[in-house]
């Protein structure tokens, strides 16, 4: 198994996570607006990492 691509779907799954965290906490208005903002910008930059890793990393036999 290839770890980039491992950690990569990890990061992806953290940043949905995270995403849907800050959806929920902007709709029901609930929680402080500097956590959802930070919790926002860093689940964001999870995601995209995460599929640019597994975009970009290449499956190799062994």
Known sequence: MN???VF???LTILGII???YTGF???NHSGDITVLVVVG???II???TGIS???T???EAE
């Open 3 to 5: 770890l980039k691509r």
């Open 8 to 10: 990569g779907a990890i």
């Open 18 to 20: 995270g995403l849907i």
């Open 25 to 27: 906490g902007v709709i």
């Open 41 to 43: 910008i860093l689940s």
């Open 46 to 48: 999870f995601f995209f």
């Open 53 to 55: 890793l597994v975009r």
């Open 57 to 59: 990393t290449k499956d």
